[in-house]
C-alpha cells in the first residue's frame, strides 16, 4: 500500500523557516516528479513547487520564488520544502504528491497525495 506521510509543519513567526518532508512508502518513486501543493480555507488547492524525477529542473509558484526550496532524497524515497521568509499569507495545509506527467503543476495529475500537515505563519 502506497502511502505519503508530511511532517514538518507547525507554528511560526513571519519570517521564519520551516522544512517539510514527504516520506514515501510501499513504493518507489525515484522516476515520478515529486511535487508540493497547498490549501487554505475557503480556497483551491494550488500549486507551490515541484522537482523532476532526477532532482533537475526545480519548479515554483511566482509567489514562493527566492524563499522555498524543493529538493529530493531518491534514496530515503523523500521529498522537502525548504521554505524561508515565511509570511501570513503562506499559512495552509500543505500536501505532497507524486506524478508521472510532466504537467505537474496541475493537481488533477498527481496519482496519490499524503495526508497535509497544516503550516500556520503567525503575523
Known amino acids: 500500500q502506497v502511502q505519503l506521510v508530511e511532517s514538518g509543519g507547525g507554528l511560526v513567526q513571519a519570517g521564519g523557516s520551516l522544512r517539510l518532508s514527504c516520506a514515501a512508502s510501499g513504493r518507489t518513486f525515484s522516476t515520478h516528479h515529486r511535487g508540493w501543493f497547498r490549501q487554505a480555507p475557503g480556497k483551491e488547492r494550488e500549486f507551490v513547487a515541484a522537482i523532476r524525477w532526477d532532482g533537475g529542473h526545480p519548479y515554483y509558484a511566482d509567489f514562493v520564488k527566492g524563499r522555498f526550496t524543493i529538493s529530493r532524497d531518491n534514496a530515503k524515497n523523500t521529498v522537502y520544502l525548504q521554505m524561508n521568509s515565511l509570511k501570513a499569507e503562506d499559512t495552509a495545509i500543505y500536501y505532497c504528491?507524486?506524478?508521472?506527467?510532466?504537467?505537474?503543476?496541475?493537481?488533477?495529475?498527481?496519482?496519490?497525495w499524503g495526508q497535509g500537515t497544516q503550516v500556520t505563519v503567525s503575523s
Open positions: 504528491g507524486v506524478t508521472y506527467s510532466g504537467t505537474y503543476y496541475r493537481h488533477k495529475e498527481y496519482d496519490y
